[in-house]
């Protein structure tokens, strides 16, 4: 089997997450591709030789210029903080590099636009993938697969929210706080995986915002490390609204400081045939009311999606309603991204720059809207 090298920049969250997947997708599910984990960048090189380690990686860097060159490299992984994403996926690209993106695209549209201009112009030589792994929740593939074979008929409404309750006055000034790193706040950080898994379930682009508020509750932070305070000055909480192409309406809410929602992202999506909704915090599990059903008995239906032979990805694991967690997203994404960097299919729909892009277009239409007071037509943002 041919090895794929992977180098990993980045080494602390998403580092470990994606260690984590890169280190076990071959033991769990058969392909066509081997992750090598080559080397992992970071710039606290003082951590890098335990991380290293620990993980599996064969090397250890503190500068990613030279790594995205490196002649070993086949994919460049980059889960660094959002400010960091477009310069070293322009220059993986450009030496002919596969690169894998987290979320956000990128702090900014015109980065986001830039990285989405070079992955067309390297497409023959190199693909790009960015993890919205919510998608790969056996449960939300499940849901997307339902929606595209007409289970729900016209989509009418979708209605989500992500949730979170750790971004009070107390936590300090770490870069997600701080826009010239982060971009934005809850919206890019929360909203960016709702308004992708929208799209993703309905197959359908939002062609106009017609109303946001941003909000930013918590304007001084405790910069780590010291007893001053620096200004936060990225968004707490965005609410808007939206419609798609082929006529449903949207809602979408982010918010850090949701006291009681610990990781709370959830979607609900209501059909002519019926609706279907999901929640992270019970991941396992899917919700569908049939609207055909015989009114009596009619309701939601608690559907585990942990049986090997019906859905996506489980069969790879364990037996079936021995249920996955967090991880598994990043694992099964990972699975994803061997097949098709060999020719092969996806389980489910994998986003590209392209893809991600459209993400940010909505999420900067959110907050022209926000800031402007008006309703924004996708068309304007280009
Ligand atoms: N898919 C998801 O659900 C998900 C969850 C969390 C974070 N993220 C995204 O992942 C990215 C990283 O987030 P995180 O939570 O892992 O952040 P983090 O702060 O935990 O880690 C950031 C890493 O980047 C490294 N880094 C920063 N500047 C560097 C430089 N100049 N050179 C080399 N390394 C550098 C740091 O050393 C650290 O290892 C962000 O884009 C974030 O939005 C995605």
Redesign the pocket.
């Given at each position: 089997m041919t090895n794929l090298a992977i180098a990993l920049?980045?080494?602390?969250?998403?580092?470990?997450?994606h260690s984590n997947a890169w280190g076990q997708v071959n033991k769990f599910f058969d392909l066509p591709l081997k992750a090598a984990l080559d080397v992992v960048?970071?710039?606290?090189v003082s951590?890098l030789a335990a991380f290293a380690k620990r993980w599996g990686w064969q090397r250890f860097a503190?500068?990613?210029r030279a790594v995205v060159r490196d002649d070993a490299v086949g994919l460049v992984d980059?889960?660094?903080?959002?400010d960091?994403?477009a310069e070293?996926a322009l220059a993986a690209l450009e030496a002919g590099k596969h690169v894998a993106?987290?979320?956000?695209l990128a702090g900014t549209l015109d980065q986001a636009r830039a990285m989405r201009d070079a992955a067309k112009k390297h497409a023959k030589k190199a693909k790009t993938f960015v993890?919205?792994?919510?998608r790969r929740c056996p449960a939300v593939a499940l849901a997307q697969r339902l929606i595209a074979s007409g289970k729900l008929g016209r989509i009418y409404h979708v209605r989500a929210h992500y949730l979170q309750e750790w971004g009070g006055p107390d936590t300090p000034l770490?870069?997600?706080f701080q826009k010239k790193i982060?971009g934005s706040g809850a919206h890019?950080?929360l909203n960016?995986?709702i308004v992708d898994m929208a799209r993703f379930l309905l197959g359908d682009e939002i062609v106009e915002v017609h109303g946001a508020v941003a909000r930013t509750f918590v304007t001084e932070r405790v910069i780590p490390g010291s007893t001053k305070t620096g200004k936060s000055d990225v968004d707490d909480a965005v609410l808007f609204l939206a419609s798609f192409k082929n006529g449903a309406v949207a809602s979408f809410e982010a918010s850090r400081v949701a006291f009681g929602h610990q990781n709370d992202n959830s979607i609900e999506v209501n059909g002519e045939k019926g609706s279907l909704r999901f929640s992270f915090e019970d991941m396992n599990v899917l919700q569908y009311a049939d609207a055909t059903a015989p009114r009596a008995t009619s309701g939601w239906t608690r559907i585990m999606a942990t049986e090997g032979a019906h859905h996506p990805y489980v069969k790879a694991w364990w037996p079936s309603a021995h249920v996955l967690g967090?991880e598994h997203?990043?694992v099964n994404m990972a699975a994803d991204i061997l097949r098709v960097l060999a020719g092969q299919e996806p389980e489910a729909p994998l986003p590209d720059f392209d893809d991600a892009y459209q993400t940010q277009r909505v999420l900067e239409a959110a907050l022209l809207s926000a800031k402007e007071r008006t309703a924004i037509k996708l068309a304007q943002v280009k």
């Open positions: 920049l980045g080494q602390k969250f998403m580092g470990r997450a960048v970071g710039r606290d951590e503190a500068d990613w980059i889960v660094t903080p959002n960091l994403h070293p993106c987290e979320k956000p993890w919205f792994n919510y770490l870069w997600r982060a890019g950080d960016a995986h967090y997203g990043f």
